[in-house]
């Protein structure tokens, strides 16, 4: 159980670094197709922490609050390119940590696991597409 929360949180401090670069990323967009994409990728984020915090709730029987506010502290970005390859890189430790999670829990979370999975592989592409 402990290693269960432990995987939750270090998952939901990425995904709240997301957030914090996602939105960078949306005021400083350089066109409205890159603006339009980047929040796409901000909602997929969105959507993985409501279903994470489903998650937590369902098995230690509490809100998730205590993690809300955990976040790294995210780097100072000087133009969007910089911002979006900082993105990639968290979206791949993303990647790799619900790969993780997906191994580790329940068959009955398999599926929302495997959703938040591709559409978070799907964000990397996004963003790859913006940064050629």
Do not use: W
Not at 46 to 55: D, I
Not at 69 to 98: C, G, K, M, N, S
Not at 102 to 124: G, K, M, P
């Amino acid at each position: 159980m402990i290693a269960m929360y432990q995987a939750l949180r270090n998952l939901m401090m990425e995904l709240n670094e997301l957030l914090v670069v996602y939105g960078y990323m949306i005021q400083n967009a350089p066109t409205e197709e890159a603006r339009r994409l980047v929040e796409l990728n901000r909602r997929t984020v969105m959507n993985t922490k409501a279903a994470l915090e489903k998650m937590h709730k369902d098995i230690f029987g509490k809100d998730l609050t205590d993690l809300e506010e955990a976040v790294e502290e995210v780097p100072v970005f000087t133009d969007f390119r910089t911002a979006a390859r900082y993105a990639i890189i968290e979206e791949t430790q993303v990647i790799h940590l619900l790969k993780n999670l997906y191994l580790r829990t329940d068959s009955c979370n398999h599926n929302d696991h495997f959703n938040s999975l591709i559409e978070h592989q799907i964000n990397a592409i996004r963003l790859l597409y913006l940064l050629t």
